[in-house]
């Protein structure tokens, strides 16, 4: 099992950018390929983007391609997403995730462990 703990949520205005962080303990965090998630109010928890071991493949939803970058740093078993041009409809909790396998990788059932979640807001 990893632990993992998000930081770096916040309030920002429509158009602005925010790093969120991921700290990793527990179980080597190189072999996990690692992804963001995040859960508007009423809404189901959706894929955001995806980051393999090696950094050598991501994956990003639509909504969100060309604005964010997933990145991470194994030596400090941290993974960052990059989020730019924010808009309204960015504003939810945001959620890194642990995963051995890339079978569900675009699905919260592919994903092992969890962090907490940090809040983004995004005002107009």
């Known amino acids: 099992q990893v632990q993992l703990v998000e930081s770096g949520g916040g309030l920002v205005q429509a158009g602005g950018s925010l790093r969120l962080s991921c700290a990793a303990s527990?179980?080597?965090?190189?072999?996990?390929?690692m992804g963001w998630f995040r859960q508007a109010p009423g809404k189901e928890r959706e894929f955001v983007a995806l980051?393999?071991?090696?950094?050598?493949?991501?994956n990003y939803a639509d909504s969100v391609k060309g604005r964010f970058t997933i990145s991470r740093d194994n030596a400090k078993n941290t993974v960052s997403l990059q989020m730019n041009s924010l808009k309204p409809e960015d504003t939810a909790v945001y959620y890194c995730?642990?995963?051995?396998?890339?079978?569900?990788?675009?699905?919260?059932?592919?994903?092992?462990?969890w962090g907490q979640g940090t809040q983004v807001t995004v005002s107009s």
């Open positions: 995730a642990a995963t051995k396998s890339l079978r569900n990788w675009y699905d919260r059932t592919g994903y092992d462990d």
């Open positions: 527990g179980r080597t965090f190189s072999p996990y390929a």
């Open positions: 980051i393999n071991w090696s950094s050598r493949r991501t």
